[in-house]
């Protein structure tokens, strides 16, 4: 995850999560990306969240396709088997592996170019299976491997490091996702951990597929004036519209949620998501007044983060087909295999 | 009368023109399914257009006491079922063959032929008088017709009534009418005509345990025999039925008694790019999964198929051929997707392939696919095609030995690992240069990033030559290793032959019968049919023991002598070619013609 070379070596009064581990069990190789990366925040963000909520990192799958994001996976949680795949098709891939083995959680982390473009098609199906996976979006609005080209979610107006201004209208990963049926959409920004940690947390609790778009600035091609997707730009338009707290899944303290008028959301494994500071006109759990408010910041130009909306009534892919829940990579051949016996039987039907 | 054929048993061809979307399939198929049960060898090839309703498609049967089952281009008698059709479809029919057609309507008098014999039989008029719905006179003038042919062809009536009644078991009005129907046709062609024709059948028994199967069913029972639980699949034809068949035998098979829970998932994916995505995500966690497929899919998988390779990561793709380049003909025959299949992505990639030649291949070959893929951790591509996958075979009945395991190919758990002090992904090799994987969930020591990106044999990140190269090169050496694990070819060698004939997949009955009509001119033959791909050491020798092979194959370009010139050091000028690729299955004539053509240059 650092940017630095740190010594294997943990120190004593590192704090450990319930299994035992300390933050640094859930880091990865060092970061190749360029100092002050945006996505190296996430990065940072996605270790805590993990270390957080006591997972087995050998239970954690990392996906991603290719782009700047999607070296990522490399640099957290060295105990989890990591697929870096092809440019847009990390979806179909974490949907295939989803399928095998329902019992693992899935990371994915992806980018503005390999969700919004070419992979734009995959990220929508995904969406409408509801795959059950937490899917980062680090959302940059430009291609830095390639050198600062204009990515799909680059604002009309927005000016390229080169002082060239983009004239055509961005793909909202938001907007989409409401609009196709996502049951959990969120915004964060790559420089609010405090924000971001909760939301994950989250997203890791969700029944099906959430989407996390993080908006995460490119130091190197979109930081500068003109750019609506840099650290100062985003700072100055940001508006919060939901903070959330996570509350695992304790009885206890689902006994004292209702009390203070917080809104809030039970999650399909008994986690509570606590909702603050949310607007009058805002329902995190209405999908039509959810769009419409942010509809209306975003005509704006404000950029509206928080956990967005939720929805955890929708079955997910497994539900939706009524899947074993041994995983199906672990059904044992003798379960699978009719036998000769009805081979013989089948045959009938083909004389 | 006109001039009589030779009075033939058990042995010509009829060809029913239809309407697509009328219903013909139902009764082609009963005709098809009547002479199997009378042991008779036959085969039906269905010659469809890429419609749902109204154009022209025709059926074909042929049996053949010899067993010659490959498609007949002389037709003894045409069922003229579609006045659009007609000029055509009569001029086809063999100098006196028979002529049935629809007598409710008068026939052109342009359209006789003297050298054939007209059969009129008023199928519409008598469908009208017997029956009240408009679907069901336009349904049952097929099963009319079908009672015609029972009677000229002498068909076992009774045998023909069975398989109405098995068919329509529980569905009683649906039965009667059909009866009604075939009695109907029957009955009238008893009154009218010289009953049966000089060409008819006799019961024989040449079908003891054999089945009528179609390539594509087979393909699907061998996957859920494979204990494949993930397929991943966008609708395709002449794909499409492998999906549905698996669907249904994963109904049957598959669902926990107890629990109602399904032991499979089946993912209709956006687009092919993600059904082969799907099934590496799959393969990858651990499961057995497959995609199935034709050519344009092939074109969209391209790009994957180079990860799954590079990554180690198997991958079972059915490639169901159709006619290409692009959309091509959707509905007819070709094996146009060789080399696609061979080296199918960029950069250096090579992949094994398999091809079957009939419905009881598709079954055996399936299975092999998904152990090949898992051994040598790689994709593997059964290409079979619209022939094979979509018109019924008479085939072997299919056997299964219940001591079947399958061959999960290298794989760690917790207690290998243990014994190692450091996993590394790509090293290790064993004889086949086969590193061993290890399973996502299992244990954090096997953990490791899967990447198509430059890697070492670590399975580390690298852009160094010598360590990219060190990778490649082991792949290389991996896919050589893999051509003592494909199916061999079939080789049947005869005495003092001149010259040897190779052939790949559903050419095989064809070829058999064009050698067997050389050697009645004395022009003997040996035989070979390659069934996998890299070729097995034998493929070469059978090149070298030869003055000169003829290859026998479905496409324009010679894809099959391409590969054998390019995987062997067998010199160009010994391989010549037979190429027949306009879409419609093989016939044995198209094969000597073929060959004579060129031995008499």
């Known amino acids: ?351 | 009368m006109h001039d009589q054929l030779h009075s033939r048993v058990n042995d010509f061809a009829i060809k029913l023109a239809n309407v697509n979307g009328t219903g013909s399939a139902s009764a082609n198929g009963l005709l098809m399914q009547a002479i199997f049960r009378m042991g008779i060898p036959v085969s039906g090839k269905n010659l469809f257009p890429s419609n749902i309703q109204g154009l022209p498609t025709w059926y074909e049967i042929r049996v053949n006491k010899d067993g010659h089952t490959a498609r007949a281009l002389d037709y003894d008698l045409m069922v003229a079922m579609n006045a659009q059709t007609y000029a055509r479809d009569i001029g086809e029919v063999r100098s006196g063959g028979y002529v049935l057609y629809d007598s409710s309507w008068p026939l052109d008098r342009a359209l006789y032929r003297e050298d054939v014999n007209f059969l009129p039989v008023p199928l519409a008029q008598m469908c009208n008088e017997h029956f009240k719905d408009p679907r069901e006179r336009t349904l049952m003038k097929n099963i009319a017709y079908a009672g015609s042919l029972v009677a000229t062809l002498d068909i076992d009536m009774p045998l023909v009534e069975q398989l109405l009644d098995e068919r329509f078991a529980g569905k009683k009005a649906l039965r009667e009418s059909n009866r009604r129907a075939l009695r109907l046709g029957y009955d009238y062609a008893k009154q009218q005509f010289e009953c049966p024709l000089n060409f008819h059948l006799e019961k024989m028994d040449a079908n003891g345990d054999k089945i009528l199967i179609d390539g594509n069913t087979a393909t699907a029972l061998g996957c859920i025999y494979a204990g494949a639980t993930v397929a991943a699949w966008y609708p395709i034809t002449p794909a499409t039925s492998v999906m549905d068949a698996f669907k249904q035998f994963c109904e049957k098979y598959r669902r926990d008694p107890e629990t109602a829970e399904n032991n499979y998932v089946i993912l209709q994916a956006e687009d092919e790019l993600a059904a082969i995505g799907m099934v590496i995500g799959a393969s990858w966690n651990g499961a057995r999964a497959f995609t199935s497929t034709a050519g344009p899919g092939i074109s969209l998988m391209n790009e994957l198929l180079g990860l799954a390779y590079y990554t180690e990561i198997p991958a079972v793709v059915i490639d169901v051929q159709r006619v290409g380049p692009s959309t091509g003909m959707p509905t007819r025959t070709q094996q146009a997707d060789l080399i696609e299949c061979a080296y199918a992505s960029h950069g250096d990639t090579k992949h094994i392939l398999l091809f079957p030649a009939n419905p009881a291949e598709c079954f055996e070959f399936a299975i092999r696919s998904f152990d090949l893929a898992e051994r040598f951790q790689t994709p593997v591509i059964m290409l079979s095609d619209l022939d094979i996958g979509m018109n019924d075979w008479v085939v072997p009945g299919l056997a299964w030995d219940d001591s079947y395991r399958p061959d999960r190919g290298r794989v760690l758990g917790p207690t290998e690992l243990e014994q190692l002090t450091r996993y590394n992904r790509y090293s290790g090799e064993d004889e086949d240069h086969v590193a061993p994987r290890t399973l996502p969930g299992v244990d954090p020591r096997g953990a490791y990033v899967a990447r198509g990106s430059g890697h070492n044999k670590f399975g580390g990140y690298t852009e160094t030559p010598s360590e990219y190269q060190e990778v490649m090169d082991r792949l290389a050496r991996k896919q050589k290793a893999a051509a003592n694990f494909v199916p061999l070819p079939e080789i049947d060698r005869r005495s003092e032959a001149r010259f040897g004939v190779i052939t790949i997949g559903g050419c095989e009955p064809a070829v058999l019968e064009a050698l067997d009509l050389l050697a009645d001119r004395d022009i003997p033959a040996d035989y070979m049919r390659v069934r996998g791909f890299p070729f097995h050491k034998s493929v070469e020798a059978f090149l070298y023991e030869h003055e000169f092979c003829f290859v026998v194959e479905q496409n324009r370009d010679a894809q099959l002598r391409s590969l054998l010139i390019l995987e062997t050091c067998v010199p160009k000028d010994r391989v010549r070619s037979v190429l027949v690729y306009g879409g419609f299955p093989l016939s044995a004539r198209h094969v000597v013609d073929g060959i004579m053509h060129q031995l008499e240059k």
């Open chain 1, 1 to 351: 995850m650092p940017s630095i070379v740190k010594p294997v070596v943990t120190h004593p009064s590192l704090q450990r999560n319930q299994l035992g581990l300390t933050l640094r069990d859930y880091e990865g190789s060092m970061s190749t990306l360029c100092a002050g990366c945006g996505h190296d925040s996430i990065t940072a963000a996605i270790v805590r969240a993990l270390w957080e909520v006591s997972i087995e990192p050998h239970m954690l799958a990392k996906m991603s396709g290719i782009g700047c994001s999607s070296k990522t996976p490399a640099y957290f949680a060295h105990g989890a088997h990591g697929f870096n795949s092809a440019h847009g098709r990390m979806p179909p891939i974490a949907t295939g592996a989803n399928a095998a083995n329902r019992e693992l959680t899935y990371i994915g982390v992806s980018g503005d170019g390999d969700s919004l473009s070419i992979g734009l098609g995959h990220l929508c199906h995904a969406i409408r299976r509801n795959v059950k996976m937490v899917y980062i979006i680090e959302n940059n609005g430009v291609y830095g491997l390639t050198k600062g080209q204009f990515s799909a979610s680059a604002d009309t107006g927005s000016k390229s490091k080169r002082g060239e201004a983009n004239e055509m209208s961005p793909i909202d990963p938001v907007m989409l996702a409401l609009s196709i049926g996502a049951t959990f959409v969120a915004r964060s920004f790559s420089g609010d951990k405090d924000q971001l940690v909760p939301i994950l947390r989250a997203a890791l609790a969700h029944r099906g597929f959430a989407l996390i778009d993080v908006i995460s600035p490119c130091v190197t091609f979109n930081d500068h004036t003109g750019s609506t997707k840099s650290y100062l730009y985003t700072r100055q338009h940001e508006l919060k519209a939901t903070e959330v707290d996570f509350v695992p899944p304790e009885k206890e303290i689902l006994a004292t949620i209702a009390q203070n008028g917080i809104t809030s959301v039970t999650m399909h494994d008994g986690s509570v998501v606590q909702f603050k500071s949310v607007p009058a006109d805002y329902d995190p759990a209405d999908r039509q007044k959810a769009t419409a408010y942010l509809m209306a910041q975003q005509s704006k130009g404000v950029i509206v983060t928080g956990l967005l909306f939720v929805d955890e009534s929708v079955s997910d892919l497994h539900e939706m087909n009524r899947t074993s829940h041994v995983p199906l990579s672990r059904i044992p051949y003798e379960n699978l295999c009719p036998g000769s016996a009805a081979l013989q039987e089948l045959q009938e039907d083909f004389r």
